[in-house]
């Protein structure tokens, strides 16, 4: 059946060549099947997938000019491979340009290997060819403006710098669409691979297909720590065995939202929350959003009350616009608007990214502004009545002849991240970094981050942000980060504003920040440290005839630790004749062999005999204030020894630390 089918294919395809044919007698039955495979692919518009049999079978026969041809037009789908669509194209021209439409074609490989004048020049030819086709010359002309655009943004080039980011992020496999928080602290994005969790499908057939198939896409995320990538981890809870796709994230990092297909084939929005150190279960948007056409991208506010997406449904301006919509009181989304022809144009718009500043809006187009294919655009929203007007393309480097799109922008305006396909790369698809170089253009706001502690540990704080210049209207209400007590919150300019922060019972604390006369990006650490007071950490518990405190209660200690720390903080460079402190990793009412090599390093173990029958057990001798030894008493704690604590001594006898305050030592 295959080699029926390769026969009628290779009728009909080799018309183009004239009288040309190509020789399969003395093919192996494998070429045979491989050219067969090639042409299914291509015929169904997988070119693709088609691009490696062609590449492969070429290589057996480089002197067969048609593979050479197909080789050459179905390279123009991959960006790594355009040196070689050029090549291939060039080569079949120089003998046979009577070829239906390849200088339409070498046009194209022009183009994408930056031959501007030359690809004007073979463009020109096409549509003066009497051979050409009435209905070939629109995507002709087309072509030409893409042509003409990406010559004149080379010409004046922007200061932006593209670099790959390297590994632990990009691998030989795809990572694209970047999305991340608005201090950089967080990447997500789309990974496909081996290490996918649903393995290949072919979805031609929409079955498992490991030979013919492309990898399921997951979601994958990076921490920066130490202003490096950290080593990805996939997102179990959101991956399964079909599409999953990143698109956004929240600028707290909170909210993710992913891309799904659903059974009837056309993809909705997803929205995943962090729960602790993970992200939730994905469920679908609630409201208008979702529709029976395709909803692939979106970009939340910074107020979380406006959601812009994209959508191809019926009664746009062709192809797939971009829309926003607010969230109703009922917490599903509603009164979806389209962006209006300033944005939208009859061909495709994509990747709305709303930056933090709540009034810059970035999204790829590949309508007649671009340079080739999807070029980003930035719109500024207009006060009076939040519409985008005014739209600007980013020039050169950042937009090329090829595709360049899910384009997002940390906080401060200068770094940004995309995803390209193009030569150099560590795989098909790479992630880069953005140096854009807005210095003259950086956007405006005021940026707050910090961290909420509850005695020193990180808490789930509530932050309730409000517009003191509106009449405490509420912009918006956000909890930190449980695992870290991280927060970040971005406020537009133009407003004074008042945050409150909520910890449980504790007291709110308050502060007031002035954005109305700020002119550029302004960024503000605020640490929030709510802390028990020292006079309500209760004595470590004591029990008749033994030690004090209770050094057998692990609950007594965690108290005592704490209590430690309070007094380390008010009092603890004080000294005093006949004070020391020692700290104290073990207690034992009947004497013991003991071992503690994971202290090894922090100082000499020592026997601390007070005549209870009690043998206690100390590391690193004695400590003149209370700060040097809780300093060591952390050290140890970290090593593993997580039940030390400091013991005072005065004058020989143990004492409680409330007793210092009494006896006056500690004022």
């Known amino acids: 059946m295959k080699r029926i089918i390769f026969i009628l294919l290779l009728v009909q395809f080799v018309s183009v060549f004239r009288s040309q044919t190509t020789n399969t007698r003395n093919w192996r039955k494998t ?93 020109d030819r096409f549509l003066a060819n009497k051979r050409t086709k009435p209905e070939e010359k629109p995507a002709a002309e087309f072509l030409k403006k893409y042509i003409l655009n990406a010559k004149y943004y080379g010409s004046i080039p922007t200061p932006a ?21 608005a201090d950089e602290s967080v990447m997500i994005y789309t990974y496909t691979g081996p290490k996918s969790k649903g393995g290949k499908l072919n979805e031609t057939i929409m079955m498992p297909d490991s030979i013919n198939g492309i990898y399921l896409e997951d979601v994958y995320m990076s921490i920066k720590a130490n202003d490096q990538w950290q080593t990805p981890m996939a997102l179990d809870n959101i991956n399964t065995k079909s599409h999953d796709a990143a698109i956004s994230l ?12 659903d059974a009837e084939g056309h993809g909705d929005i997803y929205q995943s929350n962090l729960v602790g150190e993970t992200f939730s279960f994905a469920t679908k948007l609630k409201g208008e959003i979702n529709t029976i056409s395709q909803e692939g991208h979106c970009s939340l506010s910074p107020d979380g009350k406006t959601l812009y997406f994209t959508s191809d449904r019926p009664g746009g301006f062709g192809g797939r616009d971009i829309y926003r919509a607010k969230l109703m009181s009922d917490s599903t989304w509603g009164n979806v608007v389209n962006l209006g022809d300033s944005i939208n144009t009859k061909y495709d718009e994509d ?23 999807y070029d980003i655009f930035r719109a500024y929203m207009e006060p009076t009545d939040s519409s985008f007007k005014k739209t600007e393309n980013l020039g ?49 706001l005021l940026f707050v981050k910090g961290k909420v502690t509850f005695d020193g540990a990180p808490v789930e704080s509530t932050i309730k942000v409000e517009v003191t210049s509106k009449n405490n209207a509420v912009f918006s209400t956000i909890k930190t980060i449980p695992a870290s007590g991280n927060y970040l919150v971005s406020l537009p300019p133009g407003q004074a504003y008042k945050i409150t922060y909520n910890y449980k019972d504790e007291k709110p604390k308050t502060f ?58 008010a009092y603890g460079k004080i000294s005093a004749e006949g004070l020391e402190f ?32 009690i043998t206690r057990i100390t590391i690193n001798g004695t400590f003149k204030t209370l700060e040097s030894a809780w300093i060591h008493n952390k050290k140890v704690i970290k090593a593993g020894q997580d039940d030390a604590f400091v013991t005072v001594l005065y004058q020989g006898k143990r004492i409680y630390l409330e007793e210092l305050t009494k006896m006056g030592i500690y004022k």
């Open 250 to 261: 929240s600028q707290d990092g909170q909210t993710l939202f992913i891309y799904k297909d």
């Open 31 to 123: 070429e045979k099947d491989s050219m067969a495979n090639a042409f299914l692919l291509y015929e169904e518009k997988n070119f693709k997938m088609a691009l490696p049999y062609f590449e492969n079978i070429h290589k057996g026969h480089p002197k067969e000019e048609f593979v050479k041809y197909m080789f050459g037009k179905t390279a123009l789908y991959r960006s790594d491979k355009y040196e070689d669509a050029l090549k291939m194209l060039q080569e079949v021209y120089a003998k046979n340009p009577k070829v239906d439409v390849i200088e339409y074609d070498l046009a194209r490989a022009l183009h994408y290997n930056y031959k501007f004048d030359e690809a004007l020049e073979m463009v």
């Open 396 to 444: 050169f480097p950042i937009n090329t002849p090829d595709d360049d799109i899910y384009f997002v922008l940390a906080a401060n305006g200068t770094r940004g991240y995309y995803s390209s396909g193009k030569a150099g790369g560590q795989g098909l698809k790479d992630i880069y970094l953005v140096e854009t170089g807005f210095e003259a253009k950086t956007p405006v």
């Open 161 to 181: 710098k593209i670099t790959n980011i390297g590994t632990p992020i990009n691998s030989s496999d795809e990572e694209y669409v970047p999305t991340i928080s």
């Open 351 to 373: 990747s709305p990214y709303i930056h933090p500043d709540g009034s810059s809006l970035f999204y790829s187009s590949n309508g007649p502004k671009s340079s080739g294919g």
């Open 582 to 613: 020692k700290v104290q990793v073990a207690a034992f009412k009947n004497p013991k062999n003991y071992k503690f090599k994971h202290l090894k390093g922090l100082g000499k173990i020592d026997k601390l005999l007070l005549g209870d029958g």
């Open 512 to 569: 007031e920040f002035d954005a109305t006369q700020i002119t550029a990006f302004t960024e503000k650490i605020v640490d929030i440290k709510f802390a028990t007071p020292i006079d309500t950490i209760p004595v470590a518990a004591t029990v008749p005839g033994k030690p004090l405190p209770n050094e057998f209660d692990k609950e007594a200690i965690t108290l005592l630790q704490k209590k430690i720390s309070k007094y380390s903080s």
